[in-house]
Nanobody
Framework: EEQLVESGGDLVQTGGSLRLSCTASGFTSDDYAMGWFRQAPGKEREGVSCISPSDGFTYYADSVKGRFTISSDNAKNTVYLQMNSLKPEDTAVYYC?????????????????????WGQGTQVTVSS
């Protein structure tokens, strides 16, 4: 059974940094794409970043471009989201998601329905 576990969420001041981790287990293949989504209070969940290592594909939402970096460590089955220059508007629960359908994710990286597996979420709070 495929599972995703996020970690790394915390309370940080404006301008600070955090690194989120998402560790996958139970996947039957190494060829899958992973994405990070976030949901702030009272708002819809939005796609933040995505990576498909086998395709060399990465995606960033405009709101995080230049501040966030997604990377993967296949040996550890882990995807990271390095978040720098954090702003109060980055406050949200961050979720990682995964899918074997990498070609679909490349086309629509922020489409939630493209992802089949989801983690439980980790809270990121940026104080002003």
């Amino acid at each position: 059974e495929e599972q995703l576990v996020e970690s790394g969420g915390d309370l940080v001041q404006t301008g600070g940094s955090l690194r989120l981790s998402c560790t996958a287990s139970g996947f039957t293949s190494d060829d899958y794409a992973m994405g990070w989504f976030r949901q702030a209070p009272g708002k819809e969940r939005e796609g933040v970043s995505c990576i498909s290592p086998s395709d060399g594909f990465t995606y960033y939402a405009d709101s995080v471009k230049g501040r966030f970096t997604i990377s993967s460590d296949n040996a550890k089955n882990t995807v990271y989201l390095q978040m720098n220059s954090l702003k109060p508007e980055d406050t949200a629960v961050y979720y990682c998601a995964a899918t074997y359908h990498t070609s679909v994710v490349i086309t629509t990286p922020t489409e939630e329905d493209d992802y089949d597996y989801w983690g439980q979420g980790t809270q990121v709070t940026v104080s002003s």
